[in-house]
């Protein structure tokens, strides 16, 4: 079992920045993969970026050159650090994490930009 806690999200105006946060807990030692991805009423849940235990990193070509997604493996903790937001980018941001052959989620957290 593995347990992701997202924090970060917030109100932030156009072209601004925030960092999201997802800290791990449990089964540590399984997890291959991490990612975020975000969600709008009505619309598909989309990939964000992802990032394996080797360091690579993907992402969506509609976040390329804004967003860098890291990791601290002291803390268990990844991180999505956003800049030169968009209103476009408002949506619901989740963590989620591949470990053995399951897919675990956080609870999400909203990110909303606008004036």
């Known amino acids: 079992q593995v347990q992701l806690v997202e924090s970060g999200g917030g109100l932030v105006q156009p072209g601004g920045s925030l960092r999201l946060s997802c800290a791990a807990s449990?089964?540590?030692?399984?997890?291959?993969?991490m990612g975020w991805y975000r969600q709008v009423p009505g619309k598909q849940r989309e990939l964000v970026a992802t990032?394996?235990?080797?360091?690579?990193?993907h992402y969506a070509d509609s976040v390329k050159g804004r967003f860098t997604i890291s990791r601290d493996n002291a803390k268990n903790t990844v991180y999505l650090q956003m800049n030169s937001l968009k209103p476009k980018d408002t949506a619901v941001y989740y963590c989620?994490?591949?470990?053995?052959?399951?897919?675990?989620w956080g609870q999400g957290t909203q990110v909303t930009v606008s004036s």
């Open positions: 989620d994490a591949g470990a053995s052959e399951y897919i675990y």
């Open positions: 449990g089964s540590i030692s399984s997890i291959y993969i």
């Open positions: 990032i394996r235990s080797s360091g690579s990193t």
